[in-house]
């Protein structure tokens, strides 16, 4: 099947520092990309959806200068964390969707753990 | 809006079989799935139906919709240790409109 890699798998980051957490396709181009937000025990949260050369479209209630996303190619999209506080600390997962063996599917990566102290 | 409601909870013995249900309020909805999630891991995309479909089997797993009263669920047939996750229930309008996932359903398989 279709993979989506992120990396990294998990960030210790202090207070007030950058993350940048990356998204790829690894075999298939991705036409639309996702972030999503997941507290523990609970669902997913989309946070915002890129498509590729155009600007991110945020959820409401997401704070774009804080959370700033990138889709510079059909396979990588960049999730960047600004001036990171714990209460952003959780688990962040990517999807992507493109055409793979005639459907257009939506493929996760594997998440990154953020922990921010 | 869109709303997607699972039950939090279901516990089985193991070889038993299990079901997972799924309401959605969204009667324009095409595409129904079904994702597993493993402790500290991704979405793994287990199935999905379209929503002309009635059912859909896929090895041990079985999908029934009834597009009617707007209820999806998972049939697990002959459920395994392994199979203990969390279990979503997703559901979107077109191929390009993000998903719109239910809170989840942990299943706990009783050895």
């Known amino acids: 099947g279709a993979v989506v890699s992120q990396h990294p798998s998990w960030v210790i980051c202090k207070s007030g520092t950058s993350v940048k957490i990356e998204c790829r396709s690894l075999?298939?181009?991705?036409?639309?990309m996702f972030w999503y937000r997941q507290f523990p025990k609970q669902s997913l949260m989309l946070m915002a959806t890129?498509?590729?050369?155009?600007?991110?479209?945020?959820e409401q209630g997401v704070e774009k200068d804080k959370f700033l996303i990138n889709h510079a190619s059909l396979t990588l999209s960049t999730l960047t964390v600004t001036s990171a506080h714990p209460e952003d600390s959780s688990f962040y997962i990517c999807?992507?969707?493109?055409?793979?063996?005639?459907?257009?599917?939506?493929?996760f990566g594997p998440g990154t753990r953020l922990t921010v102290t | 809006g869109e709303d997607v409601e699972q039950s939090l909870f279901l516990s089985v013995r193991e070889g038993d079989s299990s079901v997972i249900n799924c309401t959605y309020t969204?009667?324009?909805?095409?595409?129904l799935y079904w994702y597993k999630q493993e402790p500290g891991a991704g979405l793994q995309l287990l199935t999905y139906?379209?929503?002309?479909?009635d059912m859909k089997q896929d090895q041990r797993l079985t999908v029934l919709l009834n597009k009617k009263d707007k209820h999806l669920s998972l049939r697990i047939a002959d459920t395994q240790t392994g199979d203990s996750a969390i279990y979503f229930c997703?559901?979107?309008?077109?191929?390009?409109?993000?998903?719109?996932f239910g809170k989840g359903t942990r299943l706990s398989v009783i050895a």
């Open positions: 997703a559901e979107t309008l077109s191929g390009n409109t993000p998903l719109v």
């Open positions: 890129s498509n590729e050369g155009s600007k991110a479209t945020y």
């Open positions: 075999d298939f181009q991705a036409t639309t």
């Open positions: 139906i379209f929503s002309n479909m």
């Open positions: 969204d009667s324009s909805s095409t595409y």
């Open positions: 999807s992507a969707r493109g055409r793979v063996r005639g459907s257009n599917e939506q493929y």
